[in-house]
């Protein structure tokens, strides 16, 4: 099950999957995972990005790693923050609410930077933008950046002029943030977010709606990996 992963996306993609085959069962409670190395190979990225990708699983409660003889990474499957015991706890149906959500995320967000990109915006538009992205780079609590990230997207959307589009954007980062309340902190992923939003801006700036869209459904992409593989 596990194949080569995306190069630019090789952390997300590692966890997503990793954390799938130990879901599904390929890896059961109580075994062992194949060896560093190994994985590595499977995966196709470097043995830093995989170590990336097993602190998360490790961050998630799905495994730990036990050193000296028999030692290695071992799956565990146990939540190890509320928020996460309580994401264990999902009904299907909330499930299916959730995952739907990425689905439209990933139609209205990457449409509302195209719209965006396109709307030749004025001095006080750009300095909103701005100080929207400023915002995210400056929190440094996970609560403050979280809110900081949501309040990123919405300007964007409320950069498009359309009333539509900012409540279809404040419902689908209403239900993110019920997600991403349910997983670890990743500081991997959140770097990676990061240089998006940077490069997200640069290409609204300039007008490149087909760059804006393109980055934000990468954004979107990645986000969805690390919440479906570690949500399950």
Not at 145 to 169: N, Y
Request: net charge positive; aromatic share 2%.
């Amino acid at each position: 099950m596990l194949r080569p992963a995306r190069g630019y996306h090789a952390f997300e993609a590692c966890v997503e999957q990793l954390a799938t085959t130990i879901r599904l069962g390929v890896y059961p409670l109580g075994s062992t995972l194949p060896s560093e190395r190994e994985l590595a190979e499977r995966l196709n990225v470097s043995r830093s990005t995989l170590r990336e990708a097993m602190a998360a699983l490790r961050e998630a409660g799905l495994v730990e790693t036990r050193r000296g003889r028999g030692g290695g990474t071992v799956v565990t499957l146990k939540p190890r923050t509320p928020s996460a015991r309580a994401a264990a706890r999902l009904t299907e149906e909330r499930r299916h609410e959730w995952l739907d959500s990425l689905v439209f995320r990933r139609i209205v967000e990457p449409g509302a930077a195209a719209l965006a990109a396109r709307a030749d915006l004025d001095p006080t538009a750009l300095a909103q933008l701005d100080a929207a992205h400023a915002a995210v780079a400056k929190a440094r609590r996970p609560a403050d950046h979280r809110q900081a990230d949501s309040r990123f997207h919405l300007t964007i959307a409320a950069l498009t002029g359309s009333s539509r589009l900012v409540e279809a954007v404040t419902s689908v980062q209403a239900t993110l943030h019920e997600m991403l309340l349910a997983i670890p902190v990743l500081d991997a992923n959140i770097a990676h977010s990061d240089r998006q939003h940077a490069t997200l801006v640069r290409a609204i700036r300039r007008g490149n709606h087909d760059r804006a869209r393109a980055v934000m459904e990468e954004h979107c992409d990645d986000t969805a990996a690390l919440l479906r593989g570690l949500l399950g």
